[in-house]
T-cell receptor, first 117, second 113 residues
Framework: GAVVSQHPSWVICKSGTSVKIECRSLDFQATTMFWYRQFPKQSLMLMATSNEGSKATYEQGVEKDKFLINHASLTLSTLTVTSAHPEDSSFYIC?????????????FGPGTRLLVL | AQSVSQHNHHVILSEAASLELGCNYSYGGTVNLFWYVQYPGQHLQLLLKYFSGDPLVKGIKGFEAEFIKSKFSFNLRKPSVQWSDTAEYFCAMRFGGYNKLIFGAGTRLAVHP
């Protein structure tokens, strides 16, 4: 299957700082990537859809100025958590969309654990 | 609103027992359905998917799922579980012309040797 990587795998930062998370599709090109957030013992919640070369589409309730998404190339999307606060601590997961044979499937990265002190 | 429900939050089985995890969705139109597995400390992996055709879908590691349109269900099954199947299982739906997936809450499966 398609391989998606994320960097870093975990990060600890001070409140008020910004953190950038990278999501890469390693062996394929992805015009669309997705960013999810997963709270402990809960399911994945879609934050935004990232489209190469255009603005991201954010889900209701997600602050676009707080979670900046850039999809500058077909293999890289970045999520920047700006002015992070302790409530932003979470597990952030990206996925990339693969459409082959008319079947569209998402492949997920390993996630980035963010802890804001 | 469109949603996915997984009614079993925690399941505990002994090795060799049969497994069935429930998944129901709410959407009246065409859906694509997926089961993902998340092993401890690892990322989500695709187990199987249904787009159209044969409603009985076979996936990796001996898993299968059956799409029953009349029941809006897509239950995951395995005839004989192993300790290595201990993981969290997520059912997901893609509906209409949208790219995004909607996930169920997940089911934690613990298999005892």
């Amino acid at each position: 299957g398609a391989v998606v990587s994320q960097h870093p795998s975990w990060v600890i930062c001070k409140s008020g700082t910004s953190v950038k998370i990278e999501c890469r599709s390693l062996d394929f090109q992805a015009t669309t990537m997705f960013w999810y957030r997963q709270f402990p013992k809960q399911s994945l919640m879609l934050m935004a859809t990232s489209n190469e070369g255009s603005k991201a589409t954010y889900e209701q309730g997600v602050e676009k100025d707080k979670f900046l998404i850039n999809h500058a190339s077909l293999t890289l999307s970045t999520l920047t958590v700006t002015s992070a606060h302790p409530e932003d601590s979470s597990f952030y997961i990206c996925s990339a969309r693969v459409a082959a044979g008319g079947q569209e499937t998402q492949y997920f990265g390993p996630g980035t654990r963010l802890l804001v002190l | 609103a469109q949603s996915v429900s997984q009614h079993n939050h925690h399941v505990i089985l002994s090795e060799a027992a049969s497994l069935e995890l429930g998944c129901n969705y709410s959407y009246g139109g065409t859906v694509n359905l997926f089961w993902y597995v998340q092993y401890p400390g690892q990322h989500l992996q695709l187990l199987l998917k249904y787009f159209s055709g044969d409603p009985l879908v076979k996936g990796i590691k001996g898993f299968e799922a059956e799409f029953i349109k009349s029941k809006f269900s897509f239950n995951l099954r395995k005839p004989s579980v192993q300790w290595s199947d201990t993981a969290e299982y997520f059912c997901a739906m893609r509906f209409g012309g949208y790219n995004k997936l909607i996930f169920g809450a997940g089911t934690r499966l613990a298999v005892h040797p």
